[in-house]
């Protein structure tokens, strides 16, 4: 026994992850003195420890190994109350699960890593963090965790199609890794985002981030996952057409994904060397390839492998034109498709529920805390009425007992007049906060919006740092032509810079400008822009304050309208009224609604009769025929208590038709939809 555990704790440095989370992985041999250690100790800390390296060893090998061991980690952990274990063997947990098809458990799993990475005080009472940081240091080994977990949201997003919410999760955990230099974090988080742009049909992003993928591989030692980021390169080269670098570049994943052991993704990489050998016309390779991956998949019970396989081994021989053959795997495909599809749909409904209960509980504090607000809100409003009421009372009563006394009257008529004033101070400030509160809903579109120009800035500045480098190499060399080619690369990777640069200014001019108070200056402005901009920032805005909110956004903007001179942050504030109020109403119809609803909000744009005509459209419950004529009047409206204030459409109207002298009109029919128009006339005149 205590040769078992000296042997045990002389292999932990060779076992444990690095500087970057993941380094050398246990061998055959240490992984079966583990085993050993596991099942004769009584020390539950040693034990604990074990099972951690020995599911990260069966990782990629044995789903179900890797399972078992990370529970029994997970179970000593809690016991022992080492969280950063806890959510470390969370973390694969997630991973298993997603692998396996359980998404509902993959996604509770990584929530409940997260609540314990995110917490600071879990990088206090920690033993031997070196399996997570070389160096011993626990907040990196938190922070190393935490990228991860990140990750594993990040899968289940592109799984449901929330690409955009996958996106922002893996540049999270990209983040991350670069603020404490996790090289293997970097290769995995690349990977990934290559994974992701191949998937949305981005093909040059694919390649970039699949190339930085494989760099930070060679850099950080770690490359179980190198012959995956390669493939991943292969298929961008194959989505843009370039079958023959794909073939070369899957070829090369193979090899090294049987160096690295890396039986789970071999199939993979196997099955899409197949796929280019048949686009290439060589259908026995394909052929070839492509059985060896179905018999891999069956070996592992791979089904999604096994239903990828059938159906490449179809194609590839009908376009042998091996009909018998082609039918086999048809009817083999089809038949393992349905079964696998049902499962699919089952585990993806199970999913689908446990986020939707995740943020009905979320909803549900939101209501309350709301609901708190309105109620203190009217508590106050009741008690100045019942101030203002006796008040009235009072000189009513004097008034009339003491009528002949003219200075109590010139008194009293001082404090009215003084209380009207309040009024009007209290309306301009109801009117600001109005202003204010649709610049809020902005602020979450406009983070989203920005973040986007400013990673394309941050990306291309890395490419063309890379491009510099190669060309002073080319110019040492002396291939001058060569320098060139790379500095028109260099000169194009700047326009776009400029380009994604002049957009970021754009959002932050668009925001300041609605911000300001007071009357702004008329200037001329290209009404599609504006629309379209503000569009964008209101959708975004209310997906961050809603999570289940969604609809589709349709433009029609004519591309010869002339631009007209207007205040365009007051033009701006009535679009975002108008954005909202049209969002707001197809989802309160989604809520209700059958499956075959689709929410639509349509923005067009045209030139008519010496006017400019703004119309925003949508498919919601429309406006009741009894309050048509009451929509624009101050501080009425149709929302819950909390969700309005009622002067939206009441400032929209002023800034339309007093500010501008224009017309805003609308159309409605219950049940089907409403249509606001905006008139302008497009030879508004500097004032």
Known sequence: MKYLLKLFLLLLPAASFSQDLLFNLPSPKEADSLLAVLKH??????????????????????????????????????????????????????????????????LQFAQAGIAIAENANCEQNVWRVTQYAKDGNAHKARLYILANLYEKLAYLNTMSGNNHKALSGLFKALAIAESVDDKVGMSFYYGNLARLYIHIGKPDSAILFAKKAIFYCDQSGYELYKGYDIQLLGSANVQKGDHSTGKKLFLEALKVDKEQNNLLNLPFAALALGEAYSALGKTDSGIYYEKSALKDFKDHRDNEGINLAYNALYRTYKSAGSSDSAYIYLQYAKTFGDSLNEVKTSKFGQYLNAGFDNQLKVQQLEKEKIATQSRNRIYVL????????????????????????????????????????????????????????SLGELTAGIAHEIQNPLNFVNNFSDLSTEL??????????????????????????????????????????????HSRTGTGQRQETNINVLADEFLKLSHHGLQAKDKNFNADMVTNFDAALPRINIVQQDIGRVLVNLYNNAFYAVNQKAKGATENYKPTVEVSTRQQNGSVIISVKDNGNGIPNAIKDKIMQPFFTTKPTGEGTGLGLSLSYDIIVKGHGGKINVESKEGEGSEFTIVLPADIRQL
């Open 41 to 106: 100790t009584t020390n539950d800390t040693l034990k604990m420890s074990a099972a951690d390296h020995l599911s990260n060893y069966y990782i990629e090998t044995n789903t179900s190994l890797a399972y078992q061991y990370f529970t029994q980690a997970l179970t000593l952990a809690r016991k022992l109350d080492q969280k950063l274990t806890q959510a470390s063997a969370l973390d694969g947990l997630s991973y298993v699960a997603y692998k396996t098809g359980d998404f509902a458990e993959s």
């Open 382 to 437: 009741l008690a100045g009425i019942a101030v203002l009421v006796l008040i009235s009372l009072i000189f009513y009563r004097n008034n009339r007992q003491k009528q002949k006394a003219n200075i109590l009257l010139n008194q009293q008529k001082e404090e009215v007049q003084n209380a009207l004033a309040q009024l009007k101070a209290a309306q301009t400030q109801l009117i600001q906060s109005e202003k204010m509160a």
């Open 468 to 513: 510099v480098d190669e060309m002073q190499a080319e110019l040492k060399n002396g291939d001058k032509d060569e320098a060139i080619a790379i500095s028109e690369d260099i000169k194009q990777n700047l326009e776009k810079i400029r380009h994604h640069g002049k957009r970021a200014d754009f959002i932050v001019k668009g925001m300041l400008e």
